[in-house]
């Protein structure tokens, strides 16, 4: 039942790398999931880089993450529709995509996260980003708008962050950053990777 919008997502980053799509998933699905993402106790600080150089810069980025558990039957729905695009891109792109990670993020007020590249160019590991959001009483002046860039200059897409949109792009082809939140913030990053776990 997701194959018209797996389709609808691969046509989109041929075309154009990437696509925004509004409410992409059922509503019971995101008030779930926006639950567990306010009422989680369980966010670190976030890094920057890989395991090896891993740090911790909050000039940089000041969200605070949580990673999905493979096995969280909370989050099976959610990881399964990803599994299925996983399957899709591969079918139709020959990707060679292993296998999906991803984290719940959450910005404070005041937080942000600068503009930077999921993945380097030609580097074997992250291919595909999603980004879905979580904030179902969001307000446009509220900041926290992600920015995705061409060419690292010019701004192609200024996404607000409300509940049920889902960000779809190439991992190595747009920096992106996260304007500072006027309020809490959250979403789900993730990425379909191309290295084994
Ligand atoms: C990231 C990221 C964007 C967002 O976590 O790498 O760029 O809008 N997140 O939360
Ligand atoms: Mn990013």
Redesign the pocket.
């Known amino acids: 039942m997701n194959e018209e919008l797996y389709a609808k997502i691969i046509d989109a980053l041929v075309d154009d790398g990437y696509i925004l799509l509004e409410e992409a998933l059922p509503q019971e699905l995101l008030s779930r999931l926006t639950h567990y993402a306010t009422t989680s106790t369980n966010y670190k600080s976030?890094g920057i880089s890989n395991a090896q150089n891993f740090h911790i810069d909050t000039t940089k980025?000041r969200?605070k993450?949580e990673w999905i558990d493979e096995d969280g039957s909370l989050f099976s729905q959610y990881l399964s529709f990803c599994e299925g695009l996983r399957v899709s891109l591969n079918r139709s792109l020959y990707l060679g995509l292993t296998y999906y990670e991803a984290?719940f993020?959450r910005?404070e007020k005041g937080d942000f996260?600068e503009k930077?590249l999921?993945a380097f160019f030609g580097s074997k590991n992250r291919v595909v980003?999603t980004?879905l959001?979580l904030n179902e009483a969001w307000q446009e002046d509220n900041g926290?708008e992600?920015l995705l860039y061409e060419e690292d200059t010019k701004v192609i897409e200024r996404?607000v962050?409300k509940a049920g949109t889902l960000?779809v792009f190439l991992s190595d082809k747009f920096p992106?950053?996260?304007l500072p939140a006027k309020v809490r913030?959250h979403?789900i990053?993730g990425w379909f990777r191309v290295d084994r776990r």
């Open positions: 976030a980025r969200d993450t984290h993020a910005y996260y930077h999921d980003t980004v959001y926290g992600l996404v962050p960000v992106h950053e996260v913030r979403s990053a």
